[in-house]
């Protein structure tokens, strides 16, 4: 799981490069799949299911400034203020890593900037609560009080969670809920964290393409995700360079 999550963390590294006014979703998509493939792995969302749905046909997830998640990469041209929320998942011999970063294009006004930084934080607030002897609603509490705080409002109706041998496992990670509640956490255990925030509303919608999340009254959001694994007590990032 090191060398996936090692492995997601270069691929949002490497987009971070190549992110600005001018560049297709879809060249990003196919520097992500190329990277990922160079390192013997295979890309976790490229045919993902879920429910009856149609298979997932990107290696990324690239959602623009009011799409909230599952955003599928193709021909849109990134402009200057623009946000793009990038999600890459990894599978390397059978384990899983998932990450994901909001990248300003270009010039982003200092509201938008704002919901970024909030957003990051309270990712790190979360990981913060991924400690052995916690339950998972800690981590969740966590995130909404200081979202809530900041005046915005994290997504009810997607969920962060248990990664390893499978992409999603149990438990579910809301970005809510109640301190004190949820499955106790213990050495071992591998989480992905992953606040949605939205500037306006949490309610959600999904686009016509049947996969795109998006706000519902049509304000912008940010994703921030890193996989944790909770070790000597304490969480520690995976999906990092080491
Ligand atoms: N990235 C999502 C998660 O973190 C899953 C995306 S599934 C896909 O759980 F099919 F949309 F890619
Ligand atoms: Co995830």
Known sequence: MRESNRIACEVLDLIEKHVRPGVKTIE??????DHIRSQGAIPAFKGY???NSSPYPGSICTSVNQEVVHGIPGERILKEGDILSVDVGINKNGFFGD???????????????????????ALFI????ARAGNRVHDISAAIQEYVEAAGYNVVRELVGHGIGRSL?????????GKRGTGMKLVDG????????VNGGTFRVKVAKDGWTIVTADGRPSAH?????????GEAEILSKVA
């Open 224 to 232: 921030y995700e890193h996989t944790v694994i909770v070790r000597n």
């Open 99 to 121: 990450s994901a970063r909001t990248f300003p294009i270009g010039k982003i006004d200092t509201e938008t900037e704002r919901l970024l930084k909030i957003t990051r934080e």
């Open 28 to 33: 990003l998509d196919r520097l992500a799949e």
């Open 126 to 129: 979360g990981i913060a609560e």
């Open 189 to 196: 255990m591998v989480l992905a964290i992953e606040p949605m």
């Open 49 to 51: 299911r879920q429910g």
């Open 168 to 176: 999603h496992e149990e438990p579910a990670v809301p970005n809510y």
